[in-house]
Each structure stands twice: as structure tokens, then as C-alpha cells.
């Protein structure tokens, strides 16, 4: 359809397989963008981390089913 | 059997004696009793059924909106209150497969009795519709008519019978697609066997391990690939949705979303989602989210990087399924749908889907 | 290490005055069961019953099935680490009673999803357990204890149960003696024979019920637990027990484990048992990721084998955990035969599968663990719960345990579905 769509999962292997062309691997089965161990604050920024990370995937052209993380690529 | 079957059976305006191609575009109409091959039919019933009615349609009429079609078809059908209906046999013609097979879906789904057809494995209608009727399997001819005719009465006498079938742990009123020869309906069940499974593993790893020849129980499927769409060029005017299939719903889950094997999705108001939600997925700890959707669906930063600019705007609909279990064909399905209303709105330009 | 397992057929069950078994009968004090019971404080009071096949007797809120078991040459090591003293399980003869076992209620949980068990109608026909004596119990829960804490305490108290029982048949002569002997160090490094191991997939936290694991371990959970070389009689002979609930999977199913039985029964025939690795499923990718690499190292480099079983635990998730050591596994030239448990009861075969690595081309089902079926049955009693004790249906709709017919999923009720590898199920297309 045309629509850039960049999914954050924390099994990245089983988007791999469907095809899914942006993938960013999320952090926890149970909290995808967050992390209950850490303080709200904390918790916000990280959650910031990946969503631009996400935003900088969604602005980049790929060939074909492509994971980043949030470390590096 | 203590009363006769009363039956209606559906066929073509070549089958039913109207005519050939050039009668295709006749309408509906109703002859009393078996026809063409409804007199094998009848024979290979003998006294444990009556066919009362045939009802015959031309091929390109039925073709011209087979749903319309099918539910003016049903009304004749029904009119004869049968205890089970018989569609073709088909064999290889592809608009009458479909006519067939819509038919049965209809009279199925509305009258809850037993729907047999008999259809080449390659023609539409078998694809469309053995989901919703019991359709056996044909040669592309109608040279093996009253085999097949044989093979429907068989199998349509079993599904009356109400027998349960006792290989299943269900056991449902469901015969093995291979004993009964009809294409099997998309459905997966458990079913008793000899063997043990720790007893299949280690012989069929023996084989494996001699280089012997063995056969798995499962292929896995090859999934095709999308060609991804060009990188979003203008983020800070870009309107971005989100989407999740993590089971976040508004409180009360009005759109009945299930905890597995889920089949639907919703479209939600953010703001008025985050003052009431609830989630309904039963494959992951639900608790950090319920706490604190924004860990599921990041709403708070992506309100934030609006604010900044960093985007341009972010989609005041949420759109939300639940994926615990669901079949990856369904999955699809949603996924079509979710992207054919993302492009009804037009102002959305990439989306962001959280999975757990 | 050598294990003996001496097995009492056990016709009947009745209470007495003194438990003992005479003659196949085994004859149950109950009073000084309870008293057993009782005796941990977390526990106000507890209901006991004798359970009969052909009852109309609905058990609910069930948490876990036991078979009655206790070592004969040792003391205090019972289930080691649960309610015996840290140690080793797996060596020395231990005792077990065949055709009864303890069923285990918590009928103060607020857990929603819920072992039943019917013993008569089309439960007790499906499941094994249905066929068997019981001895139910069903604790209920003292002042201001802790939810898991009490949780804790029911366990305790079936295993204790369990062991009371065994160790009350003493005097009663064995129908039967099985030898599990493997001594890992000194297989035979030069027989033709493959040698095979069990990659036993024993957990997931998915479910964690306020997010804390079940202690299924020698006592402690396994949450993080790195991929872990064990003796397979250490599985069998109470190391491993069920999880505080039934999924497809109970203690008596882990103290009878399918693969490592039937990997024993051809061993020295036609494979030499290698050993069990045993790792769980992990909820972050880089846990997954390091899990696999070191479970198939363990599985190659330290126990030498040229095949392994990859074993399922309840649950979508952990195929991948399983795929990727599978993966590894390969990659390392260890040919697999591995589960997967198709979850929807739409769709093909193919459709349910959640890996698609070409080397992974001998794959088992080992059952359609969610499947639904109807239960239409009336029961006259109901054990730890009532009539309107909940009974768990992923629609959201309201069922109850009188209800005349309940949509039920298979994994719910114990010995149907097992993972591993005891039932003769296979899923098929239909």
C-alpha cells in the first residue's frame, strides 16, 4: 500500500520471517518501549531512544527486511 | 432413519436441462423433484432420502454477483425446509464452482444443515469456499460422475448421521478429509494416533540420523516479501499513527476483542483511551502495561516529538488488535484492512506497530 | 548415576485407620494427613478427599497432579530442594504407587486459568488421570498470607502428601522394577550407535503470574535460567517439578518425562542417550540470542552429541527460543527433531508455525495445546470450588463449573496434553 510502517517487537526473528521490512528490536515481551525496572524518568527517555530510533529507520531506505537496535546497527 | 431426508439440490442450466452456453444467462428457477444427475443422485440415496427440489441458475447470471445471487438462491432453498442440500458436482467448470460454493455457504450458514458439493481441485469455487462446505474432490471431467455422486451421498450421509468422530479429542461430527475424499477445511485439530509423540520424535530422528528417508509433520511456509516503500522524506510534516498488537483496548473492550486466537481489530480515540483502557492478550505478563500503557503504545513521546516538531503530527486514532495465537493468514487480513482505512484518512503518512 | 524405580499397583483407595496398602488396597489416614498438612502455618485448613473414577465429581482450581513417590534408601530427600534437603535427585530406588495420585486444588486463587478434572463423562475419558484413584487435597489459605507465599504452601503440601503416601506402602511387595543406568563419563566412545541428547525446554515467564516464576527447579525458579547440562534422572526422580499451574504440563508428566523415557528405552540399542540440557524461554532478544548459542554448544561440545530432541514448554514464545538453539544446533552439525505446537485451530499447518529455517526440516506436533472442546456434564459434587467457581474461556463471556456445557481449552485439563511427550496426539489438517 505504499505506507512506510517500522514495527518494534522483541522477537525481531519472527518479523524477519513474515517479511517485515523496518524492524527495530523492542526491549521485553511484557514492555516493547519501556522498562519497569527503571525510574519514570529513566523509563521516558529510554522509551525516547527507540521511537527515534524508529523515526531514523522510517527516513532511511532499505532493500529488504532490515533489524536495528538500539546499541548500533 | 426413521423419516426420508428431505433434499434440495442446486445446478447449472446445462445440468438442469435448460439449455447450453447460450442458456448461461438464465435467471433462477425451480423444477419439482431430481434432475439430470439428481436421478443418480436420488438412486444412490434410495429410500433414505427425496430429493424434493432442484434449483437451477444460469452460470453467468449467478456469476454476475454471486452474493446477491446467492441469497435469492437460499430463499428457494429454503422454501423446501431440506435436511441437506447438494451443490454441482462441478468438476472443473469455474463459475459454476463458484456458483456451487456460494450457494452452500449460504444454505449453510443460514439453514445449519449439511452442504456437499464436488469440485476439480484447481477451479476458484474450491479455493473460495471449502471453508464453508464439505467439497469433495473431483477429476476435471464428468466422466467420473456417478463415482463422485457415490463420494457426496457418502459423505453427506456420514454428516447427517450426527457420528461423532472418535479420533478427535473434540469429538465433533467432523470425518477425516482423507477417508471421506473432499478437500480439507482449514481447520487444525488434535487427533488420537498410536503412538506417542516422544515415540515419533526419536524414530523419525533415527531415520534422520542413518540418512534414511522421513517426513516431517509440518512444512514450513515460505512468506513472500513486500517491496518496502521509499523512506519518509519530510518527518518534521509527517503524520504518523500508531498501531499494536499488544491487546490495549478502551475499558470494557466494546469491540470484544479476544484474549487468543483473536480475529478483530479496533480504531480508538487516543486521548480518551488513555483515561480507560484495559488489556485483553493472553500471551504476555499484562501488568507493566496496564501500569503504564505508554510501554506498549509510546503515546508520551510521541506527543512530546510533536510539540518539538520532530514530527509533524501524531494520529489521534489508535489502532489496536490483539495478536496472541492468531493465524498469520488473518493477520494479513487485519493488516490490509488497518492499511486500506490508514489510506481512507490520507493525512497519515508512516505508522509505528508495537508488538509484544 | 543409577536410578531404581519400584513400582505398587494400587487397586483401590479407602481410608483407614492407619495408612498402609495391603493387597493393591491403599488405606489413607486422613486425619494424620491433614495433621501433615497443617502443620505449615501458611495453611488455615484443608479439605482431603478420596477421589473414584466413574464419580460425578468435578475437581477444580487444580494446580498440579502428583504421582505418590518417596526415596527408599534415603532420608529427607524428597523432591530435593521443594520439601527435602538439597541434593542430588536420580540415584539410589525410590518408591512409586501406580494408578493413584494426589490432585492439588487451590480453591483460594486468583489465578484465572484453572486446572479441571471430571471423573466421569468426556474428561475423565480423555485424560489418563480420569482412570485413577485420588487423593484431592485443597488447602485454604491462613490470615495475612501472602498470595504466592501461599502458593508456595499448597505445592508443599501435595509433594509432602505425595511422599506420606508412598512412604505408607512400604510393606506392600513391588509389581515391578525399572533401572534407568546411564553413566555419561564412561559411555562408549567407540560404539556406531548416534549419540542423541534432550534439549528439555522446562519453562517460560510469559505467564508469571505479579510477574514471579514458579520454583520448578530444586526449589527455586529458572526465570534466568543459562542453558544447564542435567542427568535425565534428575528430572525423573523429583529435580523438576510442574509449575504452580496446570498448562499442558504437571509434576506426574515431568516424573514420567516422555522424550527422556523413550530416549532410555533405546538406549544401547539403537542411540546412546547423551544427556538433557535444560533452558527456558526468554522474554529479551539478547537472552534469547545467548541461550541458544550456549545450549547448542552444550549440546555438541560438552556432551558429544550428534542429535537432539528439542522439547517444548506451553506457549507461543518459546518456539523461538526452541528454533534458535535448533539453529545453533545445526550450524554446529547436530541434526534435530524438533515441537511446535500449532495454536490456532484455523489455518494449515504451515500457517501455525513460527519459524522457517530451512535446516529445521524434521518437525513434530506436539498438539494444538489451546484447542477448544464442549464439555457437556453435570457433576453432583464439586472439589475445591462450588458450582460457581469460574471456569477460564479466552471469549470474553461468563462460564461457570455447574453450567450443563463448558467451552473449555485442552491445556486445562491435566494428562490430555502433555509436553513431554507422553500423548498419543498428533495434529492434523482437516
Redesign the interface.
Known amino acids: 500500500m505504499g505506507i512506510p510502517v517500522v514495527q518494534i517487537t522483541p522477537i525481531p526473528n519472527i518479523a524477519l520471517m513474515l517479511g517485515v521490512n523496518r524492524i527495530v528490536q523492542g526491549r521485553a515481551v511484557p514492555n516493547p518501549v519501556g522498562d519497569p525496572s527503571l525510574t519514570p524518568e529513566k523509563e521516558k527517555e529510554l522509551r525516547r531512544k527507540y521511537i527515534l530510533r524508529a523515526l531514523e529507520l522510517l527516513q532511511t531506505d532499505v532493500e529488504g527486511p532490515t533489524v536495528v537496535t538500539l546499541e548500533k546497527d | 432413519m426413521a423419516e426420508k431426508l428431505r433434499i434440495v439440490h442446486y445446478l447449472n442450466q446445462f445440468f438442469g436441462q435448460v439449455g447450453g452456453e447460450e442458456k448461461a444467462s438464465t435467471g433462477f428457477l425451480v423444477k419439482e423433484g431430481p434432475v439430470g444427475p439428481g436421478l443418480a443422485l436420488q438412486k444412490e440415496l434410495g429410500d433414505r432420502g427425496q430429493v424434493v427440489a432442484t434449483v437451477i441458475c444460469g452460470d453467468d447470471t449467478f456469476a454476475l454477483s454471486p452474493a446477491k445471487n446467492a441469497e435469492e438462491g437460499l430463499k428457494l432453498v429454503a422454501s423446501h425446509r431440506p435436511d441437506l442440500f447438494f451443490a454441482g458436482p462441478a468438476f472443473a467448470a469455474g463459475r459454476y464452482s463458484i456458483a456451487c460454493g456460494a450457494m452452500c455457504k449460504a444454505v449453510g450458514a443460514e439453514l445449519g444443515i449439511p452442504v456437499v458439493s464436488g469440485m476439480f481441485e484447481e477451479v476458484p469455487g474450491m479455493e473460495l469456499y471449502r471453508k464453508y462446505a464439505f467439497i469433495c474432490k473431483t477429476g476435471n471431467t464428468a466422466r467420473s460422475m456417478p463415482a463422485v455422486i457415490r463420494d457426496m451421498v457418502r459423505l453427506a450421509m456420514r454428516l447427517v448421521s450426527g457420528e461423532k468422530e472418535m479420533r478427535l479429542l473434540t469429538r465433533e461430527n467432523l470425518p477425516r478429509p482423507d477417508e471421506y475424499n473432499y478437500f480439507s477445511r482449514n481447520l487444525l485439530r488434535n487427533e488420537y494416533c498410536e503412538k506417542t509423540i516422544a515415540e515419533r520424535t526419536v524414530e523419525k530422528l533415527l531415520a534422520k540420523l542413518r540418512g534414511e528417508p522421513f517426513e516431517s509433520e509440518v512444512v514450513p511456509p515460505r512468506f513472500e516479501k513486500v517491496p518496502p516503500p521509499p523512506a519518509v522524506r519530510d518527518l518534521e510534516g509527517a503524520e504518523i499513527a500508531l498501531i499494536s498488537d499488544g491487546g490495549l483496548v478502551p475499558k470494557g473492550n466494546p469491540d470484544r476483542l479476544a484474549r487468543r486466537s483473536n480475529l478483530r481489530w479496533g480504531a480508538y480515540d487516543i486521548e480518551a483511551l488513555r483515561r480507560e483502557y484495559e488489556v485483553t492478550h493472553a500471551g504476555y505478563f499484562n501488568d507493566y502495561v496496564l501500569e503504564r500503557p505508554d510501554r506498549l503504545v509510546p503515546f508520551d513521546v510521541m506527543c512530546e516529538l510533536a510539540e518539538e516538531g520532530k514530527i509533524g503530527k501524531l494520529h489521534p486514532t489508535f489502532f489496536s488488535t490483539s495478536g496472541c495465537t492468531t493465524v498469520s493468514k488473518r493477520c494479513g487480513e487485519m493488516g490490509d484492512e488497518i492499511g486500506a482505512e490508514i489510506k481512507k484518512r490520507e493525512t497519515i503518512r508512516a505508522a509505528i506497530l508495537t508488538s509484544t | 548415576m543409577k536410578l531404581e524405580i519400584e513400582s505398587i499397583d494400587i487397586k483401590e483407595i479407602q481410608s483407614g485407620s492407619k495408612t498402609h496398602a495391603q493387597e493393591g488396597v491403599l488405606y489413607v489416614n486422613l486425619k494424620e494427613l491433614e495433621e501433615l498438612i497443617l502443620k505449615d502455618a501458611r495453611i488455615k485448613s484443608v479439605d482431603i478427599h478420596l477421589v473414584y473414577p466413574g464419580q460425578k465429581v468435578r475437581v477444580l482450581n487444580l494446580m498440579d497432579v502428583i504421582q505418590p513417590r518417596c526415596k527408599v534408601d534415603k532420608v529427607d530427600a524428597d523432591f530435593p530442594g521443594f520439601i527435602g534437603k538439597m541434593q542430588i535427585a536420580g540415584s539410589g530406588r525410590t518408591r512409586s504407587l501406580q494408578n493413584v495420585a494426589v490432585l492439588v486444588s487451590n480453591p483460594c486463587t486468583n489465578r484465572k486459568?484453572n486446572g479441571v478434572l471430571d471423573m466421569d463423562g468426556?474428561i475423565a475419558e480423555?485424560s489418563p488421570y480420569g482412570k485413577m484413584n485420588h487423593i484431592s487435597i485443597a488447602p485454604y489459605v491462613a490470615a495475612g498470607v501472602e498470595e504466592r507465599d501461599f502458593e508456595n504452601a499448597v505445592k508443599a503440601a501435595g509433594l509432602k502428601t505425595a511422599v506420606y503416601l508412598a512412604r505408607g506402602a512400604d510393606q506392600h511387595p513391588a509389581s515391578k522394577v525399572e533401572v534407568y543406568d546411564l553413566d555419561i563419563p564412561n559411555l562408549d566412545r567407540k560404539s556406531n550407535l548416534?549419540r542423541?541428547a534432550c534439549y528439555y525446554q522446562l519453562y517460560s515467564?510469559?505467564?508469571?503470574h505479579?510477574?514471579i516464576s514458579d520454583p520448578c527447579f530444586y526449589g527455586t525458579d529458572v526465570h534466568h535460567l543459562m542453558p544447564t547440562v542435567v542427568h535425565p534422572n534428575e528430572v525423573l526422580d523429583g529435580g523438576v517439578v510442574g509449575w504452580l499451574a496446570i498448562k499442558a504440563l504437571d509434576t506426574y508428566s515431568i516424573q514420567n518425562h516422555?522424550?527422556i523415557?523413550?530416549?532410555y528405552r533405546?538406549h544401547g540399542k539403537?542411540?546412546i542417550f547423551a544427556g538433557v540440557v535444560c533452558a527456558v524461554a526468554n522474554?529479551?532478544?539478547a537472552a534469547r540470542v545467548r541461550s541458544a548459542c550456549m545450549a547448542a554448544n552444550l549440546v555438541k561440545n560438552v556432551l558429544g552429541a550428534?542429535?537432539v530432541?528439542l522439547v517444548k514448554i506451553t506457549?507461543?514464545?518459546p518456539h523461538?527460543d526452541l528454533?534458535?538453539a535448533g539453529e545453533e544446533c545445526e550450524k554446529l552439525g547436530v541434526?534435530?527433531?524438533i515441537?511446535?505446537q500449532?495454536?490456532?485451530?484455523?489455518?494449515?499447518?504451515?500457517?501455525?508455525?513460527?519459524?522457517?529455517?530451512e535446516s529445521?526440516?524434521?518437525?513434530?506436533?506436539?498438539?494444538?495445546t489451546?484447542?477448544?472442546?464442549?464439555i457437556s456434564w453435570k457433576a453432583e459434587k464439586f472439589i475445591g470450588g462450588t458450582a460457581e467457581t469460574r471456569v477460564f474461556c479466552?471469549?470474553?463471556i461468563d462460564q461457570f463449573a455447574g453450567d450443563p456445557v463448558i467451552d473449555i481449552?485442552?491445556y486445562l485439563l491435566p494428562g490430555?496434553?502433555d509436553c513431554?511427550?507422553?500423548?498419543?496426539?498428533?495434529?492434523?489438517?482437516?
Open positions: 486459568e468426556p480423555m548416534p542423541v515467564p510469559q505467564f508469571d505479579l510477574a516422555g522424550v523415557k523413550e530416549l533405546h539403537d542411540l522474554m529479551e532478544p550428534e542429535g530432541i506457549g507461543g514464545m523461538i528454533s534458535m541434526k534435530t527433531a515441537f511446535t500449532p495454536l490456532t485451530p484455523v489455518g494449515t499447518l504451515s500457517d501455525t508455525i513460527l519459524f522457517n529455517a529445521l526440516n524434521l518437525i513434530i506436533t506436539s498438539s494444538a489451546f484447542e477448544r472442546t464442549k479466552p471469549d470474553p481449552e485442552e490430555v496434553l513431554t511427550g507422553n500423548s498419543r496426539v498428533i495434529v492434523k489438517e482437516y
